[in-house]
């Protein structure tokens, strides 16, 4: 016996779910098939982002950042406390309680909208007419037929060759996340999202972190003088990172591992660590979906081919998140996955993939839209740049927190924003201006003629506006 619908879901991160309710909204009977459980067993539906991702990973941000302020800053403030401590195990409970809360929200968001909901691991079957049939593992098996399907089964950590994940001394995002005991020393493999995240979730809880960055620019992929900034207060948080550097053999040992590489200068290095993170980038998902067999069309990263619109090779069969092309990131993961809802309904859902915000979540915080300087330049496009210092800013300095800059790029005949860029507090809140000016086309003096609130960290994003045209009026 089959069960039938109109749309069934693959996965339940937030490309999938979103997908899901979207099109339930739009008159559709929907199934979402999602695989993940929790420590007893039960449906976690939420993906990587919301069981080992962006939710855990922000919740021990920020527990780590009140104890690095109470240890660190409380002080000029007037407050003192004696015998801080840190409660790992009472950090980590309550990460799991924010992580609950996520997955109870979307099974609650299921049935407002009334998504079945199958708990098990999907995968295709051919029928005999040529269509699709899904069968559902799990505590339920069951076997669902769907009139359009859409993939949205994210993706995986990449692991070193010959040095798999026991997630006890070699650990992925999920050890990463779930470390009963702040180590002493901390090795991480890859300086890149993840790797600056976690470190300094760590670092700020007191173990020695040291990143080994195979490339020799630190985040290569923001602009220079944003990178720079970042680096230099990651220096004096104590991260050590290293650049340019060749890892070699690996040993686990009894009490840790042992990480064998060579300096940007080639010269032999040894680092023992008790824990070592590797955050070298994620893989598509795919494994399982019988993708082979029903001739679904995968790329030589394991990703699911799809056109601007998210479409398969297969007809009816589309595909979402970090499992397909372009950047693995939650909004961009929900954006695909509502506009797949509205194209199967006949409207124009729309991504606009030159507009998706980055944001890492380290202090100072890190985030941009659009262009940076060094794209702008290899692209050969006429600029103005214009920056303003939170040192400048009332509200900055009242916070206590200074460090960082906003900054304008404008394109130099029109005025039109091309790229904002952002280093420095709250600028994961701050960049959402700019992604609205940057739609809606705005130039930078439509920014500088907007009246911002006072004291706030938004008048820097004016400030910088400004600053194109070079009339900053507090700097
Ligand atoms: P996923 O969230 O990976 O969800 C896919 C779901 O499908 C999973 O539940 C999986 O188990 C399930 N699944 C897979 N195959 C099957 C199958 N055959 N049958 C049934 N179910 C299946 N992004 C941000 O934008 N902001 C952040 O702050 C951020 N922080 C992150 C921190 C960390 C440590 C990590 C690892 C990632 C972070 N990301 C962040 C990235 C973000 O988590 C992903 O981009 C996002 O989860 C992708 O969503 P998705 O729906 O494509 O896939
Ligand atoms: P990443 O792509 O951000 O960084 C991986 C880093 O590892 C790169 O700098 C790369 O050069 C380096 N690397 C690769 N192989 C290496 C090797 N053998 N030795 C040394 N260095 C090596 O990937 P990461 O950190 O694993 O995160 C995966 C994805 O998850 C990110 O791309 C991002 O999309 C998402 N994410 C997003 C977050 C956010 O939005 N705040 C937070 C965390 C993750």
């Known amino acids: 016996m089959s069960d039938t619908f109109d749309v069934i879901v693959i996965g339940a991160g937030p490309g999938g ?68 401590k840190m409660d790992v195990a009472k950090m980590l409970a ?37 269509g699709y049939e899904i069968a559902v593992t799990g505590d339920k098996p069951a076997i669902v037929t769907g009139r359009q399907i859409i993939v949205a089964t994210g993706s995986r950590p990449r692991q070193l060759p010959d040095m798999p994940f026991d997630e006890a001394t070699v650990l992925s995002n999920e050890g990463a996340l779930r470390m009963t005991a702040v180590p002493k020393k901390l090795g991480i493999i890859g300086a890149g999202v993840i790797g600056l995240e976690m ?46 550097v060749k890892v070699g053999e690996i040993k686990r040992g009894k009490k840790g591992v042992t990480v064998h590489y060579a300096n940007a200068q080639g010269e032999a290095q040894t680092l023992a660590v008790d824990k070592l993170i590797v955050s070298i980038g994620r893989t598509p998902s795919t494994e399982g979906l019988n993708a082979e067999a029903v001739g679904l069309q995968l790329g030589e ?71 940076t300087e060094q794209q702008l330049k290899a692209q050969g496009v006429a600029y103005k740049a214009g920056t303003f210092p939170f040192l400048a800013n009332g509200r900055a300095r009242a916070l206590g927190d200074t460090t960082g800059f906003v900054k304008f ?16 507090p709250y600028a994961s809140e701050l960049i959402a201006e700019a992604c609205v000016a940057m739609a809606f086309r705005a130039s930078s003096e439509d920014i500088a003629r907007i009246c911002h609130a006072h004291p706030s960290l938004s008048e820097s994003t004016k400030e910088a506006a400004l600053a194109v045209d070079k009339r900053t009026l507090n700097f």
Request: proline share 3%; net charge negative; glycine share 12%.
């Open 301 to 371: 990263r394991g990703d699911i081919i799809v056109d601007e619109h998210c479409r398969t090779n297969l007809p009816g069969v589309w595909a979402v998140g970090d499992v397909v092309r372009g950047p693995m990131l939650a909004h961009k993961a929900e954006e695909e996955g509502v506009a797949v809802a509205e194209r199967i309904a006949g409207q124009h859902g729309h991504v606009d993939f030159g507009l998706i915000p980055y944001v890492i979540y380290t202090n100072p915080e890190i985030a941009w839209a659009g262009r």
């Open 94 to 130: 309550r990460k799991d309680g924010v992580v609950k809360q996520n997955n109870e929200g979307i099974l609650y968001l299921f049935k407002k909208n009334k998504v079945t909901f199958f708990h098990g691991r999907g995968s295709f079957l051919k029928t005999v007419d040529g």
């Open 199 to 244: 470190g300094s979730v760590w670092r700020r809880l007191g173990a020695e972190v040291t990143l080994l960055e195979a490339l020799p620019t630190f985040l290569g992929m923001a602009d220079e003088q944003v990178s720079k900034e970042a680096r230099k207060a990651f220096d004096k948080q104590g991260l050590k990172i290293e650049l340019g």
């Open 409 to 424: 790029l404008a394109d130099a005949a029109t005025d039109e924003i091309l790229g904002v860029h952002i280093v420095g």
């Open 17 to 84: 779910y979103v997908a899901a309710i979207r099109a339930a909204q739009l008159g559709f009977k929907v199934a979402c098939i999602d695989d993940w459980k929790n420590e007893k067993g039960d449906p976690a539906p939420g993906g990587t982002c919301t069981n080992a991702g962006c939710i855990p990973s922000k919740a021990l941000l920020q527990s780590s950042e009140y104890y690095a302020q109470a240890a660190h800053h409380f002080g000029e403030h007037g407050i003192s406390l004696k015998d801080l």
